[in-house]
């Protein structure tokens, strides 16, 4: 039979358990939060510094930036890591973009191998290596060893055609683009990727082109883009079911709009007439 006594026992003892039980999980969430400062505290600062003038490393990558605003001049180039020599340190590719028919600069414009020093510096050693790519409108880079001798060799991709540099195992690399039957002559490939896509031991190459482009159908293809933007938009109308006398004061209206526009697609004068002309011919019919 429980007394009131042993009830009352029975009752301090599980508030005494209650609390001691309060206190472990306190003491717990304390050392848990010690170890989370501490381990923020043994974190190592990460800070990065620029130092690409101090290694010597003055390439600059060229625009190639005309009034006309050539849909080839938007167009950035890659770089590449690669230990071309085989010393163990990385060295650097930097590709060039090229002269065009509007664009043809007093210097000639070439990419850059820079050699790694081992001791923060590089040394430019494009001419040597023989590697320059001069007048050649390069877009991207990829590096393999597509011979199987060791040694890095380099597939630049670009307007007009590609490169395919041979490291012949002593600081300088042959163009075998042409022999090697990748060459894209007429193509604009932009990038490109070494795989062994069927485990035979050698590297495959995938090279990706990007649109029919020329400067001749620069104004085209930008009204081509126009038409198409356009239609999605006659289309967003219909659904939206407006009625087309308020579309077409709205339209009178959008001449903010239709500069936000031509300065999205950074149309040239050719252009804008071409533009104009869309904009006539696809007068959106809703609201
Ligand atoms: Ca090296
Ligand atoms: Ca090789
Ligand atoms: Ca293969």
């Known amino acids: 039979m429980i007394t009131r006594r042993t009830r ?7 508030i005494w358990l209650v609390l001691l039980a309060a206190l ?28 690409r003038k101090q290694s010597g490393i003055t390439f600059l990558q060229d625009s190639t930036q005309t009034e006309e605003k050539l849909y080839l001049e938007t167009m950035g180039t890659g ?35 820079y050699h790694n020093n081992g001791d923060g510096t590089f040394t430019d050693v494009t001419e040597k290596a023989g590697v320059a790519a001069e007048n050649h409108y390069g877009q991207g880079v990829a590096v393999g060893d597509y011979d199987n001798d060791s040694y890095p060799d380099i597939y630049v991709t670009g307007y007009g055609s590609a490169i395919l540099y041979h490291n012949n195992g002593d600081g300088t690399f042959t163009d075998v683009a042409k022999k090697a039957g990748v060459g894209d002559e007429g193509n604009w490939s932009t990038s490109a990727a070494w795989i062994d896509y069927d ?16 400067p001749k159908n620069n104004s085209r293809w930008y009204f081509q883009r126009c038409q198409r933007f356009l239609r999605r938009w006659q289309a967003r109308g219909k659904r939206n079911g407006r009625r087309r006398r308020g579309l077409q004061q709205r339209w009178l209206a959008g001449y903010r709009h239709r ?5 999205k697609f950074s149309l040239h004068q050719q252009t804008r007439r071409h533009a104009s002309r869309c904009f006539l011919h696809f007068r959106p019919r809703r609201q």
């Open 8 to 14: 009352r026992t029975m009752k301090f003892g599980g």
């Open 24 to 51: 472990c999980s306190l003491l717990a969430l304390k050392s848990l939060a010690a170890q989370s400062t501490k381990k923020q505290n043994d974190s190592i600062p990460v800070k990065f510094t620029d130092i």
């Open 79 to 113: 770089v590449a890591w690669l230990d071309y020599d085989q010393d163990g340190l990385m060295d650097l590719y930097f590709v060039q973009s090229g002269p065009t028919d509007l664009y043809k600069p007093d210097h000639p414009m070439r990419s850059a191998l």
């Open 199 to 214: 485990k035979d031991g050698y590297l495959d190459l995938v090279v990706t082109n990007y649109i029919e482009w020329s």
């Open 259 to 263: 500069q936000r526009l031509l300065a």
